[in-house]
């Protein structure tokens, strides 16, 4: 019987479905585990080849776990949201949120084909509102949250609200040192960076609101961005190639925009201490403590000279401050317009503009040394020397103060810098500096160091620091290079911030309004002035300003006046309100037949377009119904209002409200049950009718508001926001409570066995790690280390393929300068000459751009490799045609030279040939090859299999299918253990009753040892991820057993239960031809005995004058005279003998025998 696979996996994938073999229970008896994938970005046209090694890898063990006696939660989702989504779908020229759903089904099908043991009925989607309204509550938490120093955790925002009103801030300083903050109050300036308590409480709300916004853990500020003029937007570090736009050539530019960030800084050490508690690779520990960055030293204060301003630096090494010979400071630093002086203005501008073309990681790389001086000099606190001070690019403004003091003798960088810039070397560490390269060493002595000559340098550092504080030239300080995570990007495929903005004040959405939907937009063209997207839509983006909640408590309608143009949610203190919501949060559980029908007629603007909130807190009260932007509440009342007593209450609050500028409606339960098409007339009637403000049929916004709006926040969260707590959703997706219940994250708690690639090392991981101890720190969970083991696979790399884009820049006739259309394209050989052959290609590319303008004068232009779809690519040469109709016509102009210089036509015989490398798979790289094709050539199990046997998990390999045919032959050898081999019959599903050659004979001893060596083995490699080895041992196992003719059911059983791990669809038809019921994923691991491998004989080598000549198998208890006697009547030992007589024969047990002749 042949070996169908195609017939098989069909039948199986369609059985496990029906039978919700992969549905897990939160309550079950057994032990958890919890194995998880990182889960893909459904941007591309669907998985390629190194994205299911990963999932094969951890789908192997969640298979292997559950067989072990585990409740196993393995799931998989979608990470829908962010830049690749949005990306993939502006190339293809549809929505994202159409291209999200077609690469999600897409995704699905083909993971289904592999047989991936997911719980699909646990599947989360970033993009859905149902998750992201709990990304949006988690947000509001960190919003309304601050990092206490002194307990060493997250609490509430209203606790350092009190902590200012009995205190100031003494006892919770600026959480940014650097922070300048000097209002005035009652006509008197604070002091330095601190406030009392008698100032907090006469701060208007902005002030303190601005204050509050410095401690939030989730904070708005501004931030550099990378900006292109052109394209009007704000681009991410990946679609900037060389100072340009990597869609277009446009110039990108570093500017300031408002950008939200996440306080992750405040978590540095608990996050270094983390490290300690998981089991991570050294190597990805490393990479997270280096980008941590903690380091100690001093900031140390540099007086400018003839001017009142100071130069603050942060050193790790104080000890040096002797050999200080100039300053440099970051080009964005505050004080570099305030200290250049006019004579060197110019020179500073031009390099600050060049240097905002550049990406950190570009400065950072940068060797080549640049800079300006600013014509200031800072003086050295020590000595009173002055030393010049200049901008360079390799300072950073985000790093510590922005600002470094340069000790070239002992500082590569600065060593380079100096000699560069002519300035006079000092040394302080003797012998150890010679003049050609600095020396970083602290074993130096010290000389020319005043006071610290003679030291040792390690010894002197302390002593330097203490020097510093004694004399109030700075303070010891500990510094991270972490920063604080950028939240923001103004993009529209992201969660939208439930956050409104009123008179420069961040007001946070009720939680009974999440989730705030992204609303429909065809156009999602950049906003004016760097705001996303969002802010083109006027309908959404405006709101009433009634609508704000209100941030500082306001005692009555009196005080706070009838007819303020922000009443808010609250009328009440924060407490309150707070008990409020809880009621409130109850009522809507516990909602009556009455509520809950004519809720559904009022939900997601059913009546007049009007949104109305249930259960929602109003002037201290919780009405039934509320629309906020009509003021009209619809209450539902039982048979205890017809009460004298309760009639009283309602008249009460009734009045109570309409000072808040509300109108109230009054139905009975029966009214709303029997005449609902009444009740809901008389609704539309009183919307229609509108409030004092004339809103009912405003046809803006603003209008609606009556001239009072509030902006809601206009750009979206990054990619990570739902990356970053969804392990948590997984325990408890469909609980619409909470984000998950402290009972099934209690259970399921920290992630066992995470699997993903290095990429998301100081990204994803640290992201996620943060936010976890940040719901721990609010009690929400138990743990505060979401992933207790961290694998991490290598890549699938790929074969890319590479076209040179040339960015050219002109001079026109409104003197402007602007990036030169068509796009020029050159093929490999010209992209040489531009390298080698300078001359002759200047004379290309000004021939071609004279051919586009006789006018135009080139002031500059670059080449780039840019990456390009290997489909469109035949071996390396690129089909143009194709090429121009790729990503929706963006080269469809472009002009093309070829490997002879020519321009491309469609008579040319020059071919375009492109760059080749080898590297990482991705769609980003175009590079990828689709598993599907492989899976309906060879089978799903093939390809499991051999993505295992290509090497270890960890390891990165280059894809190559020459083994795989291999891998294919071994399925098909170990199905003929079960099966008859015949060469004609029917399909097996049809034959596979009578040729089972399968029998329930005894198993015995060399049977049994092949068993037992592979069920340890297996197993052992199994436990360590080391697949490739096991795969190996399936197949020797799968070899002796046929060279046995074994096809016993002792022995074939327990290999098929192992075998499902990795090969569940054969496994699962030959757990069932062995007359098994249910699945073999509910079987028993087999259990490994010992004395199967205890061995009775050993294979000999017998040499005769040394050389090996034979083996022969020898009973391990046989004596030596026994051994030579077995010896010496073998064939092959008799020809070598040629009737000869041994002189001597050499035995050594359990190793081997020499004959001597």
């Known amino acids: 019987m042949e070996y169908n696979f195609s017939e098989i996996e069909k039948k199986w994938q369609d059985w496990w479905t029906a039978n919700e073999i992969y549905?897990?229970?939160?309550?079950?008896?057994?032990?958890?585990?919890?194995?998880?994938?990182?889960?893909?970005?459904?941007?591309?046209?669907?998985?390629?080849?190194?994205?299911?090694?990963?999932?094969?890898?951890?789908?192997?063990?969640?298979?292997?776990?559950?067989?072990?006696?585990?409740?196993?939660?393995?799931?998989?989702?979608?990470?829908?949201?962010?830049?690749?989504?949005?990306?993939?779908?502006?190339?293809?020229?549809?929505?994202?949120?159409?291209?999200?759903?077609?690469?999600?089904?897409?995704?699905?099908?083909?993971?289904?084909?592999?047989?991936?043991?997911?719980?699909?009925?646990?599947?989360?989607?970033?993009?859905?509102?149902?998750?992201?309204?709990?990304?949006?509550?988690?947000?509001?938490?960190?919003?309304?949250?601050?990092?206490?120093?002194?307990?060493?955790?997250?609490?509430?925002?209203?606790?350092?609200?009190?902590?200012?009103?009995?205190?100031?801030?003494?006892?919770?300083?600026?959480?940014?040192?650097?922070?300048?903050?000097?209002?005035?109050?009652?006509?008197?300036?604070?002091?330095?960076?601190?406030?009392?308590?008698?100032?907090?409480?006469?701060?208007?709300?902005?002030?303190?609101?601005?204050?509050?916004?410095?401690?939030?853990?989730?904070?708005?500020?501004?931030?550099?961005?990378?900006?292109?003029?052109?394209?009007?937007?704000?681009?991410?570090?990946?679609?900037?190639?060389?100072?340009?736009?990597?869609?277009?050539?446009?110039?990108?530019?570093?500017?300031?925009?408002?950008?939200?960030?996440?306080?992750?800084?405040?978590?540095?050490?608990?996050?270094?201490?983390?490290?300690?508690?998981?089991?991570?690779?050294?190597?990805?520990?490393?990479?997270?403590?280096?980008?941590?960055?903690?380091?100690?030293?001093?900031?140390?204060?540099?007086?400018?000279?003839?001017?009142?301003?100071?130069?603050?630096?942060?050193?790790?090494?104080?000890?040096?401050?002797?050999?200080?010979?100039?300053?440099?400071?970051?080009?964005?630093?505050?004080?570099?317009?305030?200290?250049?002086?006019?004579?060197?203005?110019?020179?500073?501008?031009?390099?600050?503009?060049?240097?905002?073309?550049?990406?950190?990681?570009?400065?950072?790389?940068?060797?080549?040394?640049?800079?300006?001086?600013?014509?200031?000099?800072?003086?050295?606190?020590?000595?009173?020397?002055?030393?010049?001070?200049?901008?360079?690019?390799?300072?950073?403004?985000?790093?510590?103060?922005?600002?470094?003091?340069?000790?070239?003798?002992?500082?590569?960088?600065?060593?380079?810098?100096?000699?560069?810039?002519?300035?006079?070397?000092?040394?302080?560490?003797?012998?150890?500096?010679?003049?050609?390269?600095?020396?970083?060493?602290?074993?130096?002595?010290?000389?020319?160091?005043?006071?610290?000559?003679?030291?040792?340098?390690?010894?002197?550092?302390?002593?330097?620091?203490?020097?510093?504080?004694?004399?109030?030239?700075?303070?010891?300080?500990?510094?991270?290079?972490?920063?604080?995570?950028?939240?923001?990007?103004?993009?529209?495929?992201?969660?939208?911030?439930?956050?409104?903005?009123?008179?420069?004040?961040?007001?946070?959405?009720?939680?009974?309004?999440?989730?705030?939907?992204?609303?429909?937009?065809?156009?999602?063209?950049?906003?004016?002035?760097?705001?996303?997207?969002?802010?083109n839509n006027l309908n959404w983006i405006e709101v009433p300003a009634s609508s704000i909640i209100d941030l500082t408590p306001n005692p009555s309608p009196k005080e706070r006046g009838a007819k303020s143009s922000m009443p808010g949610y609250i009328t009440s203190t924060p407490e309150q309100w707070k008990i409020l919501s809880v009621y409130a949060k109850e009522n809507r559980r516990n909602k009556t037949e009455a509520e809950n029908k004519l809720w559904q007629e009022l939900r997601n603007r059913n009546l007049n377009g009007c949104k109305f909130r249930r259960q929602h807190p109003v002037a201290g009260y919780i009405p039934d119904f509320v629309c906020l932007e009509k003021k009209l509440i619809v209450e539902i009342d039982g048979e205890y209002h017809n009460k004298e007593e309760q009639r009283k209450f309602d008249e009460v609050r009734t009045e109570w409200l309409k000072e808040y500028e509300y109108k109230l409606i009054r139905f009975t339960n029966d009214e709303v049950i029997d005449h609902l098409p009444q009740v809901l007339q008389k609704i539309s009637e009183s919307l229609i009718a509108g409030d004092d403000t004339g809103v009912a049929v405003a046809p803006s916004p603003l209008e609606r508001a009556g001239g009072e709006v509030a902006l809601r926040e206009s750009s979206t969260m990054p990619g990570y926001a739902g990356s970053s707590w969804y392990f948590l959703r997984y325990m408890d997706p469909h609980n619409n409570e909470t984000f998950c219940s402290k009972k099934a994250s209690d259970y399921w708690n920290q992630v066992d066995v995470y699997v993903g690639g290095t990429e998301h090392a100081v990204g994803h991981l640290l992201y996620s790690r943060m936010w976890t101890k940040f719901l721990f720190d609010l009690g929400l969970i138990s743990f505060d280390e979401p992933y207790k083991k961290l694998l991490n696979q290598g890549m699938i790399q790929g074969s890319s393929r590479f076209v040179y884009r040339v960015a050219l820049w002109y001079e026109g006739k409104d003197g402007q300068e602007k990036p030169n259309f068509p796009q020029i394209v050159v093929s490999k050989g010209q992209y040489g000459n531009y390298k080698a052959k300078k001359e002759e290609f200047d004379s290309i590319i000004r021939t071609v751009v004279a051919k586009i303008s006789s006018s135009a004068k080139i002031e500059a232009y670059s080449i780039y490799e840019s990456h390009v779809d290997v489909n469109i690519v035949d071996g390396i040469e690129l089909d143009i045609e194709k090429f121009k109709q790729w990503r929706n016509g963006e080269y469809a102009n472009a002009i093309f030279i070829l490997e002879d210089g020519s321009i491309y036509s469609e008579s040319s015989t020059s071919k375009y040939i492109c760059g080749v490398e080898t590297e990482k798979m991705s769609k980003s790289k175009f590079n990828t090859v689709d598993p599907s094709d492989l899976v309906d050539k060879y089978g799903a199990d093939t390809f499991r299999m051999y993505e295992m046997f290509l090497g270890p998990v960890e390891q990165s390999k280059p894809w190559d299918t020459k083994g795989i045919e291999g891998v294919h032959r071994f399925l098909r050898k170990f199905w003929r253990l079960f099966y008859k081999e015949v060469a004609t019959a029917p399909s097996p599903l049809e034959r596979a009753g009578g040729e089972v050659i399968v029998t329930n004979d005894k198993a015995t001893d060399a049977e049994l040892k092949i068993l037992h060596k592979a069920i340890k083995k297996i197993e052992e490699d199994t436990e360590r991820f080391s697949y490739n080895t096991a795969v190996s041992a399936f197949m020797v196992c799968t070899n002796e057993l046929a060279d046995l003719k074994c096809h016993k059911k002792e022995i074939l059983q327990p290999l098929v239960i192992m075998l499902s791990s990795y090969a569940p669809f054969i496994a699962e038809e030959l757990y069932h031809t062995l007359g098994n019921e249910g699945s073999v994923l509910d079987a028993v691991y087999p259990t490994f005995d010992a004395k199967y491998l205890v061995e009775s004989s050993k294979e000999y080598p017998i040499s005769v004058n040394g050389k090996l000549r034979t083996t022969i198998n020898i009973s391990l208890d046989a004596s030596q005279k026994e051994v030579e006697e077995i010896v010496l009547q073998n064939d092959v030992i008799q020809k070598w003998l040629d009737g000869k007589e041994p002189k001597k024969i050499i035995f050594i047990k359990n190793r081997m025998v020499n004959i001597v002749i």
């Open 23 to 535: 549905k897990v229970s939160n309550d079950s008896s057994k032990p958890k585990y919890y194995v998880l994938d990182m889960f893909p970005y459904p941007s591309g046209a669907g998985l390629h080849v190194g994205h299911p090694l990963g999932y094969i890898a951890s789908d192997i063990y969640a298979r292997y776990k559950r067989l072990k006696g585990f409740n196993v939660l393995h799931p998989m989702g979608y990470d829908a949201f962010g830049l690749p989504a949005e990306q993939y779908a502006i190339e293809h020229g549809i929505h994202p949120a159409v291209s999200t759903a077609q690469n999600i089904q897409n995704f699905r099908k083909q993971m289904d084909k592999i047989a991936f043991s997911f719980d699909w009925s646990r599947e989360v989607n970033t993009s859905d509102p149902s998750y992201y309204k709990w990304t949006q509550w988690i947000f509001l938490q960190l919003f309304k949250s601050f990092y206490n120093r002194q307990t060493k955790k997250a609490e509430s925002i209203d606790v350092l609200v009190a902590s200012f009103e009995k205190d100031g801030n003494e006892y919770h300083p600026f959480p940014n040192q650097n922070f300048q903050f000097r209002p005035t109050v009652n006509g008197q300036p604070s002091t330095g960076n601190t406030f009392t308590a008698e100032q907090w409480n006469n701060f208007s709300e902005k002030q303190q609101q601005d204050i509050l916004m410095e401690y939030r853990l989730a904070y708005c500020g501004y931030g550099e961005v990378n900006w292109c003029e052109a394209l009007g937007t704000v681009l991410a570090n990946d679609e900037v190639v060389n100072g340009v736009s990597e869609r277009g050539g446009y110039p990108v530019v570093k500017k300031k925009l408002r950008q939200w960030y996440l306080r992750i800084t405040e978590y540095a050490d608990r996050l270094l201490e983390g490290l300690e508690t998981v089991d991570f690779s050294e190597a990805m520990k490393e990479m997270q403590t280096n980008w941590i960055g903690k380091s100690y030293g001093a900031e140390i204060d540099f007086k400018i000279s003839d001017s009142d301003k100071k130069l603050r630096v942060f050193t790790t090494r104080p000890d040096t401050i002797f050999g200080v010979d100039f300053m440099v400071v970051a080009p964005e630093h505050e004080l570099v317009e305030e200290i250049t002086t006019p004579e060197q203005k110019q020179e500073v501008e031009e390099y600050i503009t060049w240097v905002k073309s550049r990406s950190e990681r570009e400065r950072m790389a940068e060797k080549t040394i640049s800079g300006a001086f600013t014509g200031a000099y800072a003086i050295n606190p020590f000595d009173n020397r002055e030393v010049p001070v200049y901008i360079s690019e390799y300072v950073l403004a985000g790093y510590g103060t922005g600002a470094i003091m340069a000790v070239p003798c002992g500082d590569e960088r600065d060593f380079r810098f100096a000699k560069h810039f002519d300035i006079e070397i000092t040394n302080i560490i003797g012998e150890a500096f010679n003049g050609k390269e600095a020396n970083p060493t602290k074993d130096a002595e010290l000389e020319n160091s005043n006071f610290l000559t003679g030291m040792l340098m390690r010894d002197a550092i302390k002593i330097v620091v203490e020097e510093i504080e004694d004399l109030g030239y700075g303070k010891a300080k500990v510094n991270y290079k972490m920063r604080d995570a950028a939240f923001s990007r103004q993009r529209y495929w992201g969660e939208p911030f439930p956050i409104v903005w009123k008179d420069g004040i961040a007001y946070p959405l009720d939680e009974s309004e999440l989730p705030l939907e992204l609303p429909p937009m065809e156009d999602i063209k950049p906003g004016k002035d760097g705001e996303g997207p969002l802010s």
